[in-house]
């Protein structure tokens, strides 16, 4: 079993997070909430696909209603998987949601006050503002505490209140002191079950934040349970290689006691690569750090691992079974994690890969790959998406391949695919250029985080797209 340090525990349904309990895996439904029979299907697949807990989105008072008639139908068909509801920017919303689910998510960033374009708080402003939290927090306590409903406090650098990007700045900084005001005023309402998470889609950010935050826990005394995730990591191999970086270079560390890796497909897609992240992090926990930062890795697709002795000669070993990597897919992840890990300390410039299980095409792929997710080199377009969810209108797996397949060669370039407005303009904020849904078959574009195109038609819309690129113009 891989070695998560001891937290605090927090009860979540019929699960524990934390403690000393295995690392959970979870996902996230993309269907339409109101959608009773397609979420609960939803649900079931990812279920039996292995995932431990399903999140739901609820941005409203009519979604968090329906989560008890899809709870209720999930439990007459045998699943009985804690639920979580996914809370946006109604108190409201979450104080329905925490009387039917096990789990629910909120966002300090906009559950509260939303951003109003200020940049500058005075003293009584900032304390006010702290007041209106806990004043929206000790109604959904009690609620929670009645209950038995734990709560996430996920931090999102893409959405971070004014009050603290004024103070630290869009840092990983101000992404700390927002989970620790939050868990703050939680423990002066005498609530602990909580789960923290830091989000971002960038991988060393999220890494750096979410190590800051492991280290301000310890020094105040209680350790809650971390969420590990890297958002908006979108599709295919990079998206692989980016989740694999970010949660595995922490898990291997024996941090991080919930995961959810975040795809732009089929949500039961996320649930294998989450546990081969798992079992590469368990895999490298069992090697001595000296071969855990080695700089060859080697793969035989024949059964046999290609080890490479002292004086630098390779020999072949049939006697080592338990560490052979036959699996390719596995083998993608394992040395992702093993070197994009030591690549965000600092500690590996370069590496190889040797042996016959990739093509040397693969090879030099996978290796651009780590050196792109872990912000090293960049040989082509940065693309962010969102998994999608309920609020996704459009069909953003379909628009993700386009994007990808008409605008790959732009390096230090960052296009982000949003699902909607509701949270896709900030938590894109970094890009350079998004697409973003603003309604049924219609897309906003932003450049540098501005609108510049409003409800483009879908069918036209990566044309203008291609004709902003091309003006470079705010580049």
């Known amino acids: 079993m891989i070695y998560a340090a001891a937290t605090h525990p927090v009860r979540v349904g019929n699960l524990v997070i934390g403690g000393s309990h295995p690392v959970v895996i979870q996902s996230m439904t993309n269907t339409d909430t109101l959608d009773t029979a397609a979420t609960v299907a939803q649900c079931q697949r990812l279920f039996d696909a292995g995932c431990q807990m399903v999140r739901i989105t609820a941005p409203g008072l009519k979604e968090a209603r329906n989560l008890e008639d899809i709870k209720n139908q999930l439990h007459q068909k045998g699943y009985t998987g804690p639920l979580v509801a996914d809370i946006h920017f109604l108190p409201e919303a979450a104080l329905m949601a925490a009387s039917i689910v096990e789990k629910i998510r909120i966002n300090p960033g906009n559950y509260c006050d939303r951003n109003r374009g200020k940049t500058e708080f005075s003293p009584a402003e900032q304390a006010a503002e702290r007041e209106r939290i806990a004043e929206r927090l000790s109604p959904l306590v ?147 750090e000296t071969e855990r930062d080695g700089l060859v890795i080697r793969y035989a697709a024949q059964g046999k691992m290609l080890a490479e002795a002292k004086d630098g000669t390779v020999q072949e070993e049939t006697n080592r079974e338990a560490n052979i990597v036959k699996n390719k897919e596995f083998a993608r992840i394992l040395t992702a994690v093993r070197w994009g890990r030591l690549m965000l300390r600092g500690q590996k410039e370069g590496f190889r890969i040797e042996g016959d299980l990739f093509s040397e095409e693969e090879k030099k792929r996978l290796i651009d790959d780590i050196f792109h997710a872990a912000g090293l080199r960049s040989h082509k377009t940065r693309f962010i998406a969102c998994p999608s969810c309920g609020r996704t209108k459009y069909d953003i797996q379909s628009v993700l391949a386009q994007v990808k397949a008409r605008f790959p060669n732009y390096p230090n370039l960052t296009l982000a695919v949003m699902g909607c407005i509701v949270n896709g303009p900030g938590e894109m904020a970094d890009a350079d250029y998004g697409y973003i849904g603003c309604g049924n078959g219609q897309v906003n574009l932003y450049r540098k985080g501005k609108l510049v195109k409003s409800h483009i038609p879908e069918d036209k819309a990566l044309d203008e797209l291609e004709a902003l690129l091309s003006l470079g113009e705010g580049l």
């Open 142 to 288: 009690e609620v929670c505490r009645q209950h038995g409903t734990a709560i996430r406090v996920g931090v999102n650098q893409g959405s971070l209140s004014e009050r603290l990007v004024s103070l630290y700045g869009n840092t990983p900084r101000a992404m700390v002191e927002s989970a620790l005001e939050f868990i703050g005023i939680f423990e002066k309402l005498r609530f602990d079950q909580l789960v923290i998470s830091m989000k971002s889609s960038r991988v060393q950010l999220m890494n750096q934040a979410t190590r800051m935050l492991w280290d301000r826990m310890r020094q105040n005394g209680k350790i809650y349970p971390l969420h590990i995730g890297v958002t908006e990591a979108g599709d295919g191999e990079d998206a692989r290689v980016i989740s694999a970086i970010g949660i595995g270079s922490l898990l291997t560390d024996g941090i991080g006691h919930t995961i959810r890796v975040s795809l732009t497909e089929a949500p039961e897609n996320e649930v294998p690569v989450a546990q081969s992240i798992v079992q590469a992090a368990e895999y490298l926990q069992s090697m001595p």
